[in-house]
């Protein structure tokens, strides 16, 4: 469980990559970023978020909407 995974590590995280996708049961799956940053708020990270896109959509326009979601749960 990738969830799981963050959470176990986040307390020692020093730089976080934000990928859209994540690996699921049945393959990559969308990243739930709401869930992401409240572990990573429980564990105390303060440290940026840098995007790290690579998913089939074109990236010209999907980093774009990335970086909106983003801005929208961090605000």
């Known amino acids: ?23 699921g049961p049945s393959g990559k ?5 709401r869930k992401i940053v409240n572990i990573l708020d429980k564990a105390g990270y303060k440290g940026y978020l840098s995007i790290e896109y690579e998913a089939a ?7 774009e909407k990335f970086v909106s979601y983003l801005k929208e749960i961090v605000g």
Do not use: L, Q, R
């Open 1 to 23: 469980n990738a969830y799981e995974d963050i959470e176990k590590t986040a307390p020692y995280s020093i730089t976080c990559h934000a990928k859209t996708e994540i690996p």
């Open 29 to 33: 799956e969308i990243a739930d970023f």
């Open 57 to 63: 959509e074109d990236p010209m326009t999907a980093v």
